[in-house]
């Protein structure tokens, strides 16, 4: 595996949930109350269990990173994740977008505790990875009205990283990209956090709401927070 990325390259991480409009397929972020493009609100109740089925959700990561980082071209870059507490992994390539990375991890069943970390390859044949310090990032995926409250407990944490202790060497074997999950079969509690904001960017072109003082982009119609004509 390769070597350890120094601290001070500062990578971060940030994840987010999209969801997808019932009446016009747009996507848009799991906070906002009503879709951009259209103006329908979302039914939260949709999302909820049912008929004994399992909700799943389509997990975001994205890296904050550019060249600059590291005086040298960035080759590509890997999410490496586990959703089993460390008994298999996977790897998957990190799309570009301008100074910024990001992967998507489809059909995560709710409940699920997402552990990753960041590989970058670089021209000159280096690898730094960012890991949290060897410590990894985590993340449980919930419904939207959960996401603050579910995060793994301290616990929690150090069950898993005994549990991945033994499969840290054997992680590149695992290239393959995973169709289903199985629910983490332990119990969480909400009093750590991990991971930390999301990485932010001001967007020039925005207007205010007058309904709710939010600002939202020029182009929406509709506020996605409050669902009112702009």
């Excluded at 990561?61 to 960035?74: G, L, P, Q």
């Excluded at 793994?152 to 054997?170: A, C, D, G, L, T």
């Excluded at 009093?191 to 020029?218: A, E, F, M, W, Y």
């Amino acid at each position: 595996m390769g070597k350890e990325k120094k601290p001070k390259l500062g990578i971060k991480t940030s994840r987010y949930y999209t969801k997808k409009c019932d009446k016009c397929n747009s996507e848009y972020p799991n906070w906002f109350t009503n879709c951009p493009n259209c103006g329908a609100a979302w039914d939260e109740t949709k999302e909820r269990q049912s008929d004994g089925l399992k909700i799943k959700k389509n997990i975001k990561i994205v890296v904050k990173i550019t060249e600059e980082d590291f005086n040298e071209t960035i080759k590509k870059v890997k999410l490496v994740f586990s959703a089993d507490q460390g008994e298999k992994w996977y790897q998957i390539y990190m799309d570009s977008k301008m100074d910024y990375f990001i992967a998507e991890i489809a059909e995560v069943p709710v409940g699920s505790v997402i552990v990753y970390y960041i590989e970058v390859n670089l021209d000159n044949g280096s690898t730094y990875i960012e890991n949290n310090g060897g410590n990894y990032f985590y993340y449980k995926v919930g419904l939207p009205s959960e996401e603050s409250k579910d995060i793994p407990s301290e616990s929690e944490v150090k069950y898993m990283e005994e549990k991945m202790e033994s499969s840290r060497e054997i992680t590149q074997e695992h290239k393959e990209t995973p169709k289903r999950y199985e629910n983490a079969k332990i119990e969480y509690g909400n009093d750590i956090t991990i991971l930390g904001k999301p990485q932010t960017q001001i967007d020039p072109n925005l207007k205010v709401c007058p309904h709710c003082n939010s600002r939202i982009k020029k182009m929406w119609s509709v506020c996605p927070f409050c669902g009112g004509r702009v």
